[in-house]
């Protein structure tokens, strides 16, 4: 029996004895991982150097803010020269507008002034009570002759009514006459004011009388 109970507290002696061994090299583990640690921050593994070879997440906003105001400012400087240049386009092109309106009143009076000349000559020649009445008409005539020529080289061009159909793009209709027969309905009876066209543009209307 004595010797069972010897065996026994020989047996826990040496598992107390393991397991305090165990505890040391846990212990000794721990002091070598601090050591470890202590060591990787001296050399500086989680140091200041690793920071910065890693910008941090504000340095990096910071630096696309600066960026988006540079070119938020570029963008805004080409706006503001492309806004003045389209100005200065926009008041060149309506002086060239202006320009050329005005030029073109020049050179049209320029054209009618030799036919003022002759109104002129001829009211003076009608009013001399010796004055021929068949000098006078064909002078007439031939002043209407010359600023009808004249307009024509301008591009003006009358529109002709004569045994033509009615038709809104170029007349007017003031007035209708009723009739029975359907060949003579919408077909012109009278012009009552000559149409003109300027440049197969119609710039005034024939007035017009048609059968209905």
Known sequence: ME???EKIENKETNNFNLNDNEEKEEIDALHEDEKDSESAKKS????????????SFVDGLKEEIEKLKNDNAELQDKF?????EFDNYKK??????LDVIQN????????????LDDMERAIKYSENPDADLSSIKEGESLIFQKLNNLLQQKGLKS??????????????AVATIP?????????I?????KGYMLNDKVIRFSKVVIYQ
């Open 3 to 5: 010797e069972v109970k």
């Open 44 to 55: 500086g593994f989680f140091g200041k150097k690793d920071k910065k070879s890693k910008p």
């Open 80 to 84: 503001l020269r492309l806004y003045s």
């Open 92 to 97: 060149r092109t309506q002086k060239e507008k």
């Open 104 to 115: 073109a009143a020049e050179s049209m009076i320029i054209n009618l002034l030799p036919v």
């Open 159 to 172: 529109i002709d009514t004569a045994n033509t159909a009615f038709d809104t793009d170029y007349h007017e």
């Open 179 to 187: 009739t029975d027969n359907e060949e003579y309905k919408g077909k």
């Open 189 to 193: 009876v009278e012009e009552i004011g």
